[in-house]
């Protein structure tokens, strides 16, 4: 398993677990989430300093939640599976010397916190050694939580109730709902043209959704995402989110997307093979 360009977890190895042990680790990681969001929503929509990680070469924010987040999730971590290894936007990569990988954003979506807008979530994925084997997508401020391990999707309601999910069939990208974060400021040129036929083709087509829209995804209401830039952080936790309730995430070019870079996710595998025809007519 490559990670952040290139980067092993350790050579060759990987990790075998049975079903508890995953719900044992499924359980810490919902504790991480919840540790998080105590961390995070008393800086949202309050007046925040948000620092520029590019400078004069462009925006990438950051706000002291974000980082605050990432150190009480590293923190719990270290405490409890200290042989594991931590990657994580914020603090970078900590090898551990297991196989296992926490790989983290604590908010997913940060020009969507900045704004007041509730599109955006923590991320939390553990990674054995090969791919990515749980996931957590926890949006705190509306109390909504995606789950994903041991080969289900399950979503968590403000009031309690817990709906395993699938997603939705769609086999043709006409009727097809197409779904990115934005349509500048993460595509360069040639994916801009790409994407916007993409567009065209489909039946509608919606933006800013980060991470929440691989919910949505997963829960029946987004058919297609499309998306460039992509760091390890970004899409770990929401592959299994997403495979778990039945979709496919891949590269432009249909290869393992757990390193990032330009990503497709899709409900439906016939569509994902249709859209994957485009794209690659497109390169």
Known sequence: MTLNGGVKTL?????????????????????????????????????????????????????????????????RIKLRYPAHGVMGEEHGHERGISPFTWIVDPIDGTRAFMCGMAQWGTLIALNDGQRPILGVLDQPFMRERWVASNGHTRFHRAHGETQTLKTRRCENLKDAVLSTTSPVGYFDAAEQRVFWDLSARARLTRFGGDCYAYGLLAMGFIDLIVEAALQPWDIQALIPIVENAGGIVTTWAGGPAQDGGRVVACGDPKLHAAVLEVLAGER
């Open 11 to 75: 050579e060759g190895m990987t990790a075998t677990l049975g079903v508890a042990e995953i719900s044992d680790l499924t359980g810490f990681a919902e504790e991480l989430a919840d540790l998080s969001g105590k961390t995070i929503l008393p800086h949202f929509r309050e007046t925040i300093l948000v620092h520029n990680k590019l400078g004069d070469h462009g925006f990438d924010p950051v706000t002291e939640a974000d980082r605050e987040a990432e150190r009480v999730i590293r923190s």
